[in-house]
């Protein structure tokens, strides 16, 4: 007789997230489990005072001690060294390049070697673009560049859209490709930092990889705005697919100066009274004065985003705009958005604005509600 012995069941793995925004760090603890992702724990820590981290000169001690302060303050669940890593946008760089290859044999089907070999020497061109380009700005060397993550999100042969390549014939094929990367220089000191905390970096993680996780299966048409502490992050979305990406210096904490300049608060203080304001909880007297306060830099924050929606391509756009981040509470940016000017730009329809919640993702359990609202849309991105 046979004894089937019983496999010792597999421990659900638990796994950090880092996300280094410009004006705060947030940290998430999750656990995967049947192909969701169970929240344990999230813990917040701001830069102090107006300090915010937006450029490579960044103190390694203050941003040391401000990620150690915010993984403080998730639970102990679990001793998980498994990180998966978020960085601002300025500094983790998300671009879609288009790319062209011409073949030499167009009539023969396309096999599994071509195919490896065509893919690997359009990601080299594409490095190899983005390399010279950033090179020029930055006075970084080409080869100064580290590049995390290189994603087709579309294919054509001779001018027609398909899934894969393989076993079919062509000339001309069209590449659109998301390209994640940033300066080894600044990832040697998040490298750094992450090993004095005793952190394994599975994963840097730009959100515009992950974009797809907020409506699954769903080939919709807009635009999704991160509107963070210190920048705006704008993700063009056609049919489901990533298609144009920009950003520019803007976000929360512009507003946050605002009321630290006419109130005569403390930094902690004004962000307090933005969030209060945020939520309604102020008097009537009280909104209708923030809401004055807010009025010239709202209005630069929109010419800035309508300068970035200029440089998509596209000449109509969608009307959907999908807000999330911190700043998106701000009712403000909602009704600009809806009502504001947008001369020579062209929508489908007029514009409508919806703030995505972590509660309406299907592919995260978070039943202790933990994850406060929009804020943490970005966090989720990075799972």
Same mark, same amino acid.
């Given at each position: 007789?046979?004894?089937?012995?019983?496999?010792?069941?597999?421990?659900?793995?638990?796994?950090?997230?880092?996300?280094?925004?410009?004006?705060?760090?947030?940290?998430?603890?999750?656990?995967?489990?049947?192909?969701?992702?169970?929240?344990?724990?999230?813990?917040? *820590?701001?830069?102090?005072?107006?300090?915010?981290?937006?450029?490579?000169?960044?103190?390694?001690?203050?941003?040391?001690?401000?990620?150690?302060?915010?993984?403080?303050?998730? @639970?102990?669940?679990? *001793?998980?060294?498994?990180?998966?890593?978020?960085?601002?946008?300025?500094?983790?760089?998300?671009?879609?390049?288009?790319?062209?290859?011409?073949?030499?044999?167009?009539?023969?089907?396309?096999?599994?070697?071509?195919?490896?070999?065509?893919?690997?020497?359009?990601?080299?061109?594409?490095?190899?673009?983005?390399?010279?380009?950033?090179?020029?700005?930055?006075?970084?060397? @080409?080869?100064?560049?580290?590049? &995390?993550?290189?994603?087709?999100?579309?294919?054509?042969?001779?001018?027609?859209?398909?899934?894969?390549?393989?076993?079919?014939?062509?000339?001309?094929?069209?590449?659109?490709?998301?390209?994640?990367?940033?300066?080894?220089?600044? =990832?040697?000191?998040?490298?750094?930092?992450?090993?004095?905390?005793?952190?394994?970096?599975?994963?840097?993680?730009?959100?515009?990889?992950?974009?797809?996780?907020?409506?699954?299966?769903?080939?919709?048409?807009?635009?999704?705005?991160?509107?963070?502490?210190?920048?705006?992050?704008?993700?063009?979305?056609?049919?489901?697919?990533?298609?144009?990406?920009?950003?520019?210096?803007?976000?929360?904490?512009?507003?946050?100066?605002?009321?630290?300049?006419?109130?005569?608060?403390?930094?902690?203080?004004?962000?307090?009274?933005?969030?209060?304001?945020?939520?309604?909880?102020?008097? *009537?007297?009280?909104?209708?004065?923030?809401?004055?306060?807010?009025?010239?830099?709202?209005?630069?924050?929109? *010419?800035? =985003?309508?300068?970035?929606?200029?440089?998509?391509?596209?000449?109509?756009?969608?009307?959907?705009?999908?807000?999330?981040?911190?700043?998106?509470?701000?009712?403000?940016? &909602?009704?600009?958005?809806?009502?504001?000017?947008?001369?020579?730009?062209?929508?489908?329809?007029?514009?409508?604005?919806?703030?995505?919640?972590?509660?309406?993702?299907?592919?995260?359990?978070?039943?202790?509600?933990?994850?406060?609202?929009?804020?943490?849309?970005? =966090?989720?991105?990075?799972?």
């Amino acid at each position: 007789m046979k004894f089937k012995l019983f496999s010792k069941k597999k421990k659900p793995e638990i796994f950090l997230v880092l996300d280094i925004g410009t004006e705060a760090v947030k940290t998430l603890i999750f656990r995967k489990e049947n192909n969701e992702n169970i929240i344990l724990g999230r813990g917040i *820590e701001y830069f102090e005072g107006s300090e915010n981290f937006e450029n490579l000169d960044f103190p390694e001690e203050i941003l040391e001690k401000t990620i150690s302060r915010a993984i403080d303050q998730i @639970p102990k669940i679990a *001793e998980t060294k498994n990180l998966f890593l978020g960085l601002p946008a300025n500094i983790l760089i998300a671009k879609i390049i288009s790319q062209n290859f011409e073949r030499k044999n167009p009539k023969e089907p396309i096999s599994q070697s071509e195919k490896n070999k065509i893919e690997e020497e359009v990601s080299h061109c594409i490095k190899n673009k983005i390399a010279q380009e950033f090179s020029q700005k930055t006075g970084f060397l @080409p080869q100064d560049f580290h590049f &995390s993550n290189l994603k087709i999100s579309e294919t054509k042969i001779d001018g027609y859209e398909v899934p894969s390549i393989r076993n079919l014939s062509g000339r001309n094929l069209e590449f659109k490709v998301l390209a994640v990367f940033l300066s080894k220089y600044q =990832l040697e000191k998040i490298e750094r930092i992450c090993q004095d905390l005793n952190l394994k970096i599975l994963k840097i993680v730009h959100p515009a990889e992950n974009l797809d996780c907020l409506f699954p299966n769903e080939k919709i048409n807009a635009i999704y705005l991160d509107i963070g502490g210190k920048m705006t992050n704008l993700f063009l979305i056609e049919k489901g697919k990533l298609m144009g990406i920009s950003q520019f210096n803007q976000g929360g904490i512009n507003f946050t100066e605002k009321i630290y300049q006419h109130l005569g608060l403390s930094f902690s203080q004004a962000r307090i009274l933005k969030e209060n304001y945020s939520q309604s909880l102020l008097s *009537e007297k009280v909104q209708k004065r923030m809401k004055e306060i807010f009025s010239d830099i709202l209005q630069g924050w929109f *010419e800035n =985003l309508k300068g970035n929606l200029k440089n998509f391509s596209q000449k109509l756009l969608p009307a959907n705009f999908f807000l999330f981040g911190g700043g998106s509470l701000l009712p403000d940016i &909602s009704e600009i958005l809806e009502n504001g000017d947008f001369a020579q730009l062209t929508f489908i329809s007029k514009p409508k604005i919806e703030i995505i919640y972590p509660q309406k993702l299907k592919n995260i359990k978070d039943k202790n509600q933990i994850l406060k609202g929009p804020q943490d849309i970005p =966090l989720i991105l990075l799972l």
